[in-house]
């Protein structure tokens, strides 16, 4: 079946199955890498390297947005509109009221959460299909967004947030310290807490979790309010990547957010998340993107290979865990 | 009787259509003039299509987020072939139709033999056909469309726009499938139960295949419309089509779990969604409304679904 | 038509549902398939429909090999079946349900009058109250039920299964039922009745077959040269050991639960017991009673509309399932034990653990495998749960160490009410005798235990009394001498009293 199921999966199919999963993606991007740099070797350089580790951690932030709610098996469209309102929020707080940046920071990381919370109490409480709720929450936040700021940019943003993109330590961005760290929370959350644990119940198996004593709301609302700070936390750093709080951030989120937890064995129906292979997952999508902008190939490639990818991906994956899935659907019949 | 009433979708919309109608005309003089009316019908036309063309997948049971991919491709094709290699209007058209047609087929076929999610499956062809409308295009628009075209795209017969009619022969037609052929009858059957209708002998894979097909080439069909319209083939045509594919079907109180479309309540949607759009820009609202206003309608939609269910199911 | 299985088995992961049984359909003939829940008869009626192929065995249409690749295959072959399965679509009319397998045409168009007045000849066969051009989906279930069975007619078949069709249709819809069915036999029809009501399936059927765990008991008997009470010995397993445990006398005054004319959402009324700490209750009922309806209210899954449930002598507000499992101390083992008793992809240590993580977090909130481990490694060892690793996927144990840790997490919780539904359907003779043992030893330990159970053996060797339900009412209680004859005889008037 698929990675690394954190907080069920036995020893043994950790070792075995589950890292064949992830080795496979390893060397997938291995041999990009390998093609990449034979051809230009530019995309090794110490600021390509820099530039990618920056673009990577994005990436992976944006793919755990989209991972915690799949452990669930639920899903969230609004990831991009969440991310954009976050953005223009703190460059409105920071560029107009001259809010400290710290506190902006955290005032539009607190309106990611409560967006996300919205997303789920709306799931809970209507019993609609995560799908509906979040396309149109999707729209509904987005507008709300535009007609605020009738989309004008925030350009005069404190320094510190600029520097902070800038930074480097040796060849890589600290931003991608802070996805790999919180990726370490998100580890412990699945792993370690009772918390994590009866998400990912709910997402195996909603009826059984439910006659356990889970509070299924509960757990389906937390994972949507994380996934809407997460998505906020992916916008702050693209911002402070670009050095501007610009309406576009979070418009092509959309692929990625999925391509990254799928790519690397989170299961769509729920129950199952793999970090590690997010992460992969999130390397794959940045090492085909500097590969293509380093190239100077049509961007259209890129567009085309990930659609591809996304489709072998997912296709591997269903002949891979068709046993399993077989067995079970005919025990359910 | 009371309740009765409640359970269909139509006659809700045809009072707020005429609500907003009324509140149009009354405050704003440009509202009732022909070209406004004109004006209206011709961005209806497209929309129109295109939630067909979402509605058609729903009715399996099946989501497509690549309409909007694949009306952008089928655009350029059509517009491509007649301006590049100056193949007829008649003949690039119909090349357009089966373009659309080819797609959805391939979506279908990767949903069925796959059994991957639908969602998930034209997330990722969305992506490979923007590609392919990116590597052919540059980004950069076909624009000498035939004279023809672009005259039968602007042509009108007082406020009626010619456009009007494939759209209408499309309900007709869509509304006469889905009612009374066995076809669609079957369509319906797959997304109300699948496994009844797997054992009242109904092929459930290749219907769902028909389904996505039928979605292809009903978003083409927008994507031509589009084409026309414009005159010229932009390759940006159906960016925005996804959430409006979504709306008009589900305000129409389609059902997302399959087995309940309405053609009659999906284009009186689309005449609600149209109405809204042509007010704000009438009573110059900023026109960012319309992106929040569509999404609080399927959040409206939903919610009122709910409370039916909760006064059939706890009444 | 003649339709027949020799010698068929099929297995699914940990259960054995088949095990050698035969059947032979002769036409102008009812035949009556009989047992006990978890006997096999659905699974049989599956395999002559060709949803499940068996893993062994022949199937013969007019003696010559028939295999079927689908449903559809079984159709066509002219094998009509009514499944305990809704199988309509909700939307659609009563009348294109009945006519969906070949809609009358008209131009290419569907003849929609043509739909109706033929679903007409066929429904008025049954119940003529029923408006075909009415939705499904605004129909109750008896009168579903009664649109599957004209549906399966409309097929025009040789062969016409009916599994369980009365279960949830009146005496009167019942009568009108069997005559058409005595018709059908007339016009030389080959028909297999699934039923549970003994007086029923013996005063419409020609012969008699009884499944117990997948074995042909009793295989095709005229039923005139078979008296009632060799069919229920039959069906019941008479040379079945009764385990004696060891029981205690219940040890308190005040009831652990009391339900006082309790009403819920899903009909039943006027429901009344006790349940003392340490004692086992019986609560025994057909198909479609009403028990487990009964159990899901208790457990706060459905909801209770009427009178009061208490525990410890006080009563309990309205409430959701974890409030029940975590303040009232309720455990429900289901009977879909993979429907909702488990998480089959999750391994054995999470399943056992998943009432307790609140409670063994430490103050982080952070949960140590060590700590879970120290709960559930003995509880494992206790119920004799066998497998490799306790972090072993569910899915890979078989059917009875399954059930073990679905009882088993209960353990962990501590539970002071423990709510148990058909606890050894689809086990092992040697897992069951675990279970019992189980659920004997959780009674020993002062937890109030609710059994419900279709396996009269198994009531008998557990339960202190044993409560009888019929159409979601209490119709009656009786005492547990442990002589099992006796005490089915008395739960089987109560029963058929009508």
Redesign the interface.
């Known amino acids: ?1 698929t990675a690394d ?1 954190p ?7 950790i070792l075995s199955l589950a890292s064949s999963n992830l080795f496979g993606l390893a060397a997938i991007v291995a041999v990009f890498w390998a093609i990449f740099v034979s051809l230009t070797p530019n995309i090794a350089s110490s600021f390509s390297l820099f530039a990618i580790s920056r673009s990577l951690g994005i990436d992976i932030v944006v793919g755990f947005s989209t991972m915690v709610v799949l452990a669930t098996g639920g ?1 969230n469209l609004a990831i991009g509109s969440i991310g954009v309102c976050a953005v223009m929020f703190a460059g409105y707080l920071m560029q107009e009221l001259g809010v400290p940046s710290p506190l902006a920071l955290l005032a539009a990381l607190m309106l990611g959460a409560a967006s996300g919370w919205a997303n789920g109490v ?1 799931i809970v409480t ?4 995560a ?3 979040t ?10 967004m ?2 605020t700021t ?2 004008t940019p925030f350009e005069g943003l404190p320094p510190e947030l600029a520097d902070f993109g800038r930074m480097r330590w040796g060849f890589v961005s600290p931003m991608l310290a802070l996805a790999l760290a919180i990726g370490v929370a998100l580890a ?1 959350l699945f792993h ?4 994590g ?2 998400i ?2 709910v997402g ?2 909603t ?9 299924v709301g509960r757990a389906i609302v937390v994972a949507h309010t994380l996934s809407g700070l997460l998505a906020a936390v992916a916008g702050l750093m693209t911002m402070a990547r670009l050095g501007a709080a610009i309406p576009a951030i979070g418009r092509d989120w ?2 990625p957010s ?1 391509l990254a937890p ?1 790519l690397g064995g989170t299961l ?1 129906s729920g ?2 998340v793999s970090i590690g292979g997010t992460i992969l997952g999130a390397l794959l999508i940045a090492t085909l993107r500097a590969g293509i902008l380093t190239l100077q190939v ?11 990818v ?2 072998c991906s ?2 591997l994956d ?1 002949y891979r865990g068709g046993y ?1 899935e077989r ?2 659907a ?4 | 009787m009371n309740t009765r009433l409640l359970e269909k979708e139509w006659p809700a919309l045809a009072v707020a259509i005429a609500l907003g109608f009324g509140f149009l005309a009354a405050t704003s003089p440009a509202f009732l003039t022909e070209f406004n009316i004109y004006v209206l019908l011709r961005s209806f036309c497209i929309s129109l299509l295109v939630a067909f063309s979402q509605m058609t997948t729903l009715a399996v049971g099946q989501l497509n987020v690549s309409i909007g991919a694949l009306g952008g491709l089928v655009a350029i094709v059509a517009g491509g072939l007649m301006e590049k290699l100056g193949v007829p209007i008649g003949v690039a058209l119909a090349a357009g139709l089966a373009l659309g047609a080819l797609c959805g087929f391939v979506n279908g076929v990767l949903v069925t033999r796959t059994g991957i999610d639908g969602f998930i499956v034209t997330l990722a062809t969305a992506s490979v056909f923007d590609g392919i409308n990116l590597g052919i295009t540059k980004s950069i628009p076909f624009y000498k469309m035939p004279a023809a075209l672009v005259a039968f795209g602007t042509a009108r017969f007082h406020a009626l726009p010619y456009l009007l009619i494939p759209p209408v022969l499309a309900a007709i037609a869509l509304a006469i499938f889905l009612a009374r052929t066995s076809l669609g009858r079957y369509l319906l059957a797959v997304g109300g139960n699948p496994q009844a209708a797997e054992l009242s002998g109904v092929p459930r894979a290749r219907i769902i295949v028909l389904a996505h097909s039928l979605s292809g080439f009903l978003a083409a069909g927008a994507a031509l419309l589009a084409l026309a319209q414009l005159g010229s083939a932009q390759p940006t045509i159906g960016s925005d089509w996804l959430i409006l594919s979504f709306a008009a079907p589900i305000i129409g109180g389609a059902a997302l779990g399959g087995g309940y479309v309405s053609v009659l309540a999906t284009a009186l949607a689309v005449v609600l969604l149209t109405l809204i759009q042509n007010g704000l820009v009438l009573e110059q609202v900023d026109p960012f409304w319309v992106e929040f206003l569509l999404g609080g309608l399927i959040l409206a939609a939903v919610g009122f679904d709910r409370l039916r269910a909760a006064r059939a199911g706890g009444g | 038509m003649r339709l027949a299985v020799e010698n068929v088995g099929k297995s699914f992961p940990g259960v054995v549902a088949l095990d050698g049984a035969s059947l032979r359909l002769e036409p102008g003939e009812i035949h009556a398939l009989v047992g006990e829940n978890g006997a096999g008869k659905s699974t049989l009626i599956k395999i002559l429909t060709g949803i499940y192929r068996p893993d062994r065995g022949r199937l013969t249409i007019d003696d010559k090999e028939a295999r079927f690749a689908s449903a559809r295959d079984a159709i066509a072959s002219g094998i009509g079946a009514v499944h305990q399965e809704r199988n309509l679509v909700p939307r659609f009319t009563v009348g294109e349900n009945i006519a969906l397998e070949q809609l009358p045409m008209r131009f290419g168009f569907v003849d929609f009058d043509a739909v109706h007045k033929r679903a007409r000849k066929f429904l008025d066969a049954i119940d003529s109250s029923i408006d075909t051009r009415t939705e499904v989906r605004r129909l109750s279930v008896a009168q579903m039920q009664i649109v599957e069975i004209a549906k399966a007619l409309s097929l025009d078949s040789g062969v016409l299964l009916l599994d369980e069709p009365t279960a949830s249709i009146t005496g009167h819809e019942a009568d009108a039922l069997f005559l058409i069915l005595r018709r059908l036999k007339a016009q030389g029809k080959a028909i297999a009745f699934v039923g549970h009501r003994l007086e029923e399936v013996l005063s419409i059927c020609d012969r008699i077959t009884v499944l117990r765990d997948g074995k042909v008991m009793l295989s095709g008997e005229p039923v005139a040269k078979v008296d009632r009470a060799r069919v229920v010995r039959e069906m019941v397993g008479r040379e079945e050991r009764i385990a004696e445990f060891e029981r205690a006398i219940p040890q308190s005054d005040t009831p652990a639960m009391e339900a006082r004319e309790l009403a819920t959402a899903r009909g039943h009324v006027g429901i009344d017991f006790k349940l003392m700490k340490g004692e086992i209750l019986g609560l025994y009922g057909l198909v479609g009673a009403g028990r487990t309806e009964l159990a899901r209210a208790l457990v706060g899954d459905e909801r209770i509309v009427g009178g009061q449930l208490l525990m410890d002598g006080t009563p309990v507000a309205s409430r959701n399932v974890a409030d029940a499992v975590h303040r009232q101390k309720i455990g429900y083992v289901s009977e879909d034990r993979k429907g909702e008793g488990l998480i089959l992809a999750h391994s054995v240590r999470a399943n056992l653990a998943i009432t307790i993580w609140r409670r063994i977090a430490d103050r982080l909130g952070l949960l140590r495998r060590s700590s879970e481990l120290r709960v559930v490694a003995p509880i494992a060892a206790r119920l004799d749960v066998r497998t490799g690793s306790l972090e072993r996927e569910v899915i890979k144990l078989s059917g009875g160490n399954q059930q073990k840790v679905s009882i088993g997490k209960w353990l962990a919780a501590e539970v002071k009410v423990l709510l148990v539904d058909e606890p050894t359907v689809g086990v092992d003779v040697n897992a069951k005798a675990a279970i019992h043992e189980a659920i004997a030893g959780v009674a020993r330990e002062g937890v109030a235990v609710l059994l419900i159970s279709s396996d009269l053996p198994e009531m008998v060797a557990l339960a202190d009394r044993v409560l009888v339900m019929r159409d979601f009412a209490l119709i009656g209680e009786v005492e547990n001498d442990r002589n099992l004859e006796r005490v089915s005889r008395l739960i089987m008037e109560l029963i058929q009293s009508r």
């Open positions: 079946m199921k907080a069920t999966a036995g020893r043994l199919s899903m709306t209507t019993g609609a299909n799908f509906v709720v396309l149109a929450s999707a729209s509904l936040f987005f507008g709300a535009l007609i009738h989309g412990i370690f807490t009772a918390l644990r009866e990912l119940s195996a198996n009826r059984a979790a439910r006659m356990s004593g889970v509070r959309l692929l999925f799928v769509l129950g199952a049509a961007n259209f490639w890129l567009q085309l290979f990930l659609g591809l996304l489709l997912v296709a269903r399993l067995k079970s005919r025990v359910r019949a």
